[in-house]
């Protein structure tokens, strides 16, 4: 019922830049909540950042000052920028998204992910 597609990923050099998207598309009715975590080879997923639909942003600690979470309701799109990456910053990033849906009811929905690599 709901697609989150991310895109923005891909090999950077330490201490440059990245910046990732995530649309949703589907039978929405509203979207609450939208925002990415992070899955590093051999550890637990972490959140990252997160959005409401209000515009109100909560980072993890680690990115607070490199990283921006933004979104544009009337795309349905939540964007995640990313400065001064890191190789510890090397995972693949997923998007989030809190949907109502068209006669349905209400609940998480999770995109396949975009992987970011930092490396010299």
């Known amino acids: 019922q709901v697609q989150l597609v991310e895109s923005g990923g891909g090999l950077v050099q330490p201490g440059g830049s990245l910046r990732l998207s995530c649309a949703a598309s589907g039978s929405i009715l509203s979207i609450y909540d939208m925002g990415w975590s992070r899955q590093a080879p051999g550890k637990q997923r972490e959140l990252v950042a997160a959005?409401?639909?209000?515009?109100?942003?909560n980072y993890a600690d680690s990115m607070k000052g490199r990283f921006t979470i933004s979104r544009d309701n009337a795309k349905n799109t939540v964007y995640l920028q990313m400065n001064s990456l890191s190789p510890e910053d090397t995972a693949v990033y997923l998007c989030?998204?809190?949907?109502?849906?068209?006669?349905?009811?209400?609940?998480?929905?999770w995109g396949q992910g975009t992987a970011v690599t930092v490396s010299s």
């Open positions: 989030t998204a809190d949907v109502m849906v068209v006669f349905g009811r209400r609940r998480d929905y």
């Open positions: 959005i409401t639909s209000g515009g109100s942003t």
